[in-house]
């Protein structure tokens, strides 16, 4: 449970919030690279409560500006891209990618004065198959080189999605090992009473895992470990990456076949956009994933099944063994119920916590800690700027089968082949 002013604290994303400061000290994902195609059309984008337009000028080269023209506010998102910039349709003033005003055709020669004029405008930079922008103060750091990011481009796709509350909700259900063994039982396979491969066993067979923490020079990563009914010690590692990030293991039985990251950047506080980089060890099925996606998401980018439609449940599909929600059985679908549903804001001073959702509980003493560092120091946790040290060493993310008696930390500590804090990154390596 959160105080009132605990929980604005957390969710408020508004240019000169607490919480707004912590989130533009990194850079985050505002859209996918498919979006942004050379000679795609300008996108409009609202990111932390801030009105943006995200475009490529004629040579190609990205740039994201204020959504409305200095000159009287007209959204230029509808402009033409011509003579290096974006052209305001009302008067025709022009913009280059870094905002500063080129021209201004509807005032005389001598009477111009666009080198005075400049949108707000904020660096962008391509990675992962996502356009990401720095919208903080200062030196921006560096992107972080995750492997899930950095790998070659058949082991990786980027995808985002529109949810309708706060980007803190968003976050939680993806820290939360224990809703796996409710939400999304019996996710996996085909909905024809059939559960070849289901993933169901290893999360319903032990409702409430046991779980280890540790702080990393990254975040926070989450060890979940739970007995089979055979006997079987099954682990899952987790990650929360500051500020908004975090990456859930594939829930498939060992050996997993990759992980995936994710970001939940606010839209403003009551919408986020969850961004979903799919990593594979091996060749990913592009084609696959990018199928069960579009079944999913509509083309406003928001679930297919929706608050308006109460998620097209089916109760007669729930009475069956093999649908716990009735919501059919795409994962992110069950997530954006769970958190839509808590409200735009949830009311966390209304909440009752129990022992398994202490990941919930550091994440937000993390969350809490890292604005309070910020307003002591100037400085956010986990900020890169020195390209060597842009390795991660401490990372990794999957699930697995351990020895009796050995437990998460231990098991990360054997298979990185380190101590905490440091070392190579074999698990990360390509
Ligand atoms: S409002 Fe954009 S040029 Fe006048
Ligand atoms: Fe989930």
Redesign the pocket.
Known sequence: MLSKAQNDLVTQCGPGTPGGKLLRSYWQPIATDEEMPIGGHPLPLKVMDEELVLFRDDKGRLGLIGLH??????D?SYGRVENGGLR??????LFDINGQCLD?P?EPDDKKFCHKVRQTSYPVQQKGGAIWAYMGEGQAPLIPDFQFLAASEEKRMAFRVIQHCNWLQGLESSIDPSHVSYLHRLSAGPVDGSLPGSNARMFSEDPYPRLDIENTSFGVRIHALRKMANGENYLRVNNYLYPNGTTPASSEPPPVSGYQGRWYVPIDDTKHARFEFVYQHKKLDKEGFAKTRNQNVAPDLRHVRRMENRYLQDREEQKRDDSYTGMGRHAPTHDAFAIETAGEIQDRTQEHLGSTDIVIIEVRKALLGAMKQMQATGEAPGLLRNPAQNTFPDFICTGDYIPDGEDGPAYCRRVLGVGPGGGPNKVAAE
Do not use: E, K, S
């Open positions: 023209c200095a000159h009287r506010g007209t230029l305001c349709l009302y008067h025709g003033w201004q509807a």
